[in-house]
């Protein structure tokens, strides 16, 4: 099994991996938890709701309900959300290789440019006079076609660009969303240096090895917190200069991304977000244990990463095509019909979504992926357990980790001060997938994690910390 696995990765990236990485890779891997564990979709919705149970029953003896709904109610504001500038991103030569434009909802989209995911037949329907297909790959790990297509009339709006579908096809169809990183400018740049996990983080971890995806930037391989873990790289990056072939898998490095050729088509790229999220994951992993990790944000300016929808799936294609026990995703951003089918698709593979719920503010909008009813959506504490004032909050949010002024590795080698439910979603990815290899079975993994929360706020599972903080 483990020979077969890895053979089947040297088929996809030989040219990437030299012979001592291969022979390192072949002796400390991972297997997979399948056939051993039960990888069915989990039952989330059917824990939530009996959570809401327990609270509602909590109020049963309150004199007058509708009175306190009203209070309640009243003192929610009103959901909001404050778009990002849109801006255009310029490859090395000065082209411009994505064209942000703010769409539906305030939200950014590469400018007429629209994602469909089917069946190969399905083609047919983007031959006419207003839209072409500009991209078309079989997405093996998804048994899908995903195609990217360009609006080259002036119709541009969701309502046209569905309607012109069968009907039966009009929900596979969605705009090319752009997607954020989740956390703040780092702060407190520390001077030291750390030789192993153990100095910079005292979390306990788990014992049994682990597999874990992550979507992300590029993360800096050579960081001593991550010199216990296993770390495979492959690139998604808008404008990278790839093999165009239907089962393309991206760009994998054992050991980083290859630097890019200035006569590329390629665009500035960022590792501080990745290499500060694995290091967070690396913290709860034991040695040998594996991280996968799918690099999707190009630089939007010094502070904010930005990843377009295609690039998210093709890389969460390949890291389900790896069978990790689950996906860290510190990012947010808009509703989309083919995120949604690729999170549900990814449930019912067996592998858990885990993201981050967004730092826009008690009164944003829900945003996605961690929104999903699929997804285990995390927020952020302080070391006191005081929920992160620009944290998320909704019916969504289902754990608290610690998040707020967290030393994490920075591609320098030291590390600094991160803030946002990016920082805090990892750990509750770690525990999960701990707990699945203990347990091997996805309902009594996330049972667990609700049994090891420590309630706070309203009792029992409510919109600021869900579940309650995880240690």
Known sequence: MKYTIIMGFVGLFAASIS?????????????????????????LKAIREEARRKVQSSVEGVSNVSTLASDVISGIPTPQFTP???????????????????????????????????????????????????????????????????????????????????????????????????????????????????????????PIPL???????????????????????????VGQNRDSNADDEGTAEKTGIKPADPQENTVAFSSDHGTAVASLLAASLPDSSQVFNASVFYSRNSVSQGATLMSLIE??????????????????????????????????SGIQVIAAVGNEGPASLPLYPAAYSETLGITAVDKSNVIYRWANQGDYVDFAAFGVSVDAAHPNGKTVRQTGTSMASPRVTALYACYLRKEKERNAALIKLQQLAIDAGTPGRDSVFGFGILP
């Open 19 to 43: 012979q001592a990485q291969l022979a390192g890779t072949l002796n400390q891997v991972v297997s997979p938890v399948r056939p051993v564990i039960d990888r069915t979709p989990s039952d």
């Open 84 to 206: 990002p500038a849109a801006t255009n991103i310029l490859s090395a030569s000065g082209q411009v290789v994505v064209k942000e434009v703010t769409v539906e909802g305030g939200f950014l989209a590469v400018e007429k440019e629209w994602l469909f995911l089917g069946e190969e037949t399905d083609r047919v329907h983007f031959q006419g006079a207003n839209i072409t297909i500009q991209k078309a790959q079989y997405l093996p790990a998804l048994s899908q076609w995903l195609y990217k297509v360009k609006v080259t009339g002036n119709e541009d709006d969701v309502s046209y660009i569905r309607n012109s579908l069968p009907h039966n096809l009009r929900s596979q169809i969605g705009r090319n969303h752009i997607y954020l990183s989740q956390s703040r400018s780092p702060t407190n740049e520390l001077t030291q240096e750390f030789e192993t996990k153990n100095e910079a983080n005292e979390l306990e971890t788990c």
């Open 315 to 348: 890389g969460l294609n390949f890291l389900a095509s790896q069978h990790v026990d689950a996906i860290n995703m510190s990012l947010a951003g808009p509703d989309n019909p083919v995120l949604a089918r690729v999170i549900k698709q990814l449930d019912e």
């Open 211 to 237: 597999r874990i995806g992550m979507v992300d930037t590029h993360v800096a391989p050579t960081h001593p917190l991550l010199s216990h873990i296993d770390l495979t790289q492959a690139s998604f990056i």
